[in-house]
């Protein structure tokens, strides 16, 4: 069966300083993977999502960048945080088909001080 | 883009009581997902359900995408049942893949 994994589960980091999330799927082949992610309170909003290696597809303008060096990785970056990147950061990942469900990992909670 | 609406925002039950809770969106849709995130924060998938109707234990849920509404029926609720509830619908994003909007959630509380 299919597993996703996400970690670490949970980061404090200063404002300014860089960050890499590592999110891998495990059983499946070239999965298409997203990155999301959860301001407190909030639903979730898509950040990135990517169909392939190399190939990243990005919704919304933002200080954060992510990347797929091989088939079941996904890694989601910044140079330098702000106080703004706080919240929670999920995975996801689905077969690479139309109209097929997500399946989440279970996230990184991030605190920017 | 698409709007996603959940009602009602907050629910309170005793335990024991039945829900439903309910998703409208703008558009026509590909996709549609109930999830439950549990106080630690994982996003369980409950249904896979662009239309029609699916049931699973205690919980079943409708679609009926000609109308542009899901329904998610929760009956004889627990105290394990609470967390906030998430519709999400997928929408085409080209290159083989779409993306989910999410509805801002229904948060339950069952209580004892």
């Known amino acids: 069966s299919q597993t996703i994994h996400q970690w670490p589960a949970t980061l404090v980091q200063p404002v300014g300083s860089p960050l890499s999330l590592e999110c891998t799927v495990e059983?499946?082949?070239?999965?298409?993977l997203y990155w999301y992610r959860q301001a407190a309170g909030r639903g979730l909003q898509l950040l990135f999502y990517?169909?392939?290696?190399?190939?990243i597809s990005s919704e919304v303008p933002q200080n954060l960048s992510a990347s797929r060096p091989q088939d079941r990785q996904f890694i989601l970056s910044s140079k330098k945080l702000l106080l703004s990147d706080s919240g929670f950061y999920l995975c996801?990942?689905?077969?690479?088909?139309?109209?097929?469900?997500?399946?989440f990992g279970d996230g990184t909670r991030l605190s920017i001080l | 883009g698409i709007q996603v609406e959940q009602s009602p925002p907050d629910l309170i039950l005793q335990e024991g009581a039945n829900s439903t809770l309910r998703c409208n969106f703008s558009?026509?849709?590909?996709?549609l997902q109930w999830f439950h995130q549990n106080p630690w924060g994982q996003l369980i998938n409950l249904f896979y359900?662009?239309?029609g109707t699916k049931q699973n234990g205690r919980l079943s849920a409708t679609t009926v995408a000609t109308e542009r509404y899901s329904l998610l029926y929760i009956s004889s609720s627990q105290t394990t049942d609470s967390g906030v509830y998430f519709c999400?619908?997928?929408?085409?994003?080209?290159?083989?893949?779409?993306?989910?909007?999410f509805g801002k959630g229904t948060k339950l509380s069952v209580i004892p």
């Open positions: 990517s169909v392939g290696i190399g190939q």
């Open positions: 999400a619908v997928g929408t085409d994003s080209g290159a083989g893949s779409y993306q989910l909007t």
């Open positions: 996801a990942w689905s077969v690479p088909q139309y109209n097929q469900p997500q399946h």
């Open positions: 558009d026509s849709v590909n996709n």
């Open positions: 059983g499946t082949s070239n999965p298409n």
């Open positions: 359900i662009p239309s």
